[in-house]
């Protein structure tokens, strides 16, 4: 069975850090490219952050918004096949549940992180609330 199981997250007062993991079953995370999604109450599922799959020529190249550049590290193992988001300096409009995708392929990162239609695999989501 294909999965993606989110977990991490939680509560956090503005300045600190959270980690969101997502791990995979029935497929391998290194063939896909990756993104973490959110969605605030009220908002659009935006993307965050994602990463290169093998079939790409910038294979395991990371790729972040403007909103978390900076902030937020992606990262994978693939002994694990899991992917992480660690999540720095956190601010309250960080508040959102996160999501983690999968779209095999080297899909341009540009469309799949405004596209989350795109996306094959979904995580469940994670709620991440940043408190001021």
């Known amino acids: 069975e294909v999965q993606l199981q989110a977990s991490g997250g939680g509560l956090v007062q503005a300045g600190g850090s959270l980690s969101v993991s997502c791990a995979a079953s029935g497929f391998a995370l290194d063939d896909y490219v990756i993104v973490w999604f959110r969605q605030a109450p009220g908002k659009e599922r935006e993307g965050i952050s994602g990463r290169e799959g093998i079939s790409s020529i910038s294979y395991r190249e990371t790729y972040y918004t403007d909103a978390v550049k900076g902030r937020f590290t992606i990262s994978s193992d693939s002994a694990k096949n899991t992917v992480y988001l660690q999540m720095n300096s956190l601010k309250p409009e960080d508040t959102a549940v996160y999501y983690c995708?999968?779209?095999?392929?080297?899909?341009?990162?540009?469309?799949?992180?405004?596209?989350?239609?795109?996306?094959?695999?979904w995580g469940k989501g994670t709620q991440v609330t940043v408190s001021s």
């Open positions: 995708a999968a779209v095999r392929g080297s899909p341009s990162m540009s469309v799949v992180l405004t596209s989350p239609w795109s996306m094959h695999y």
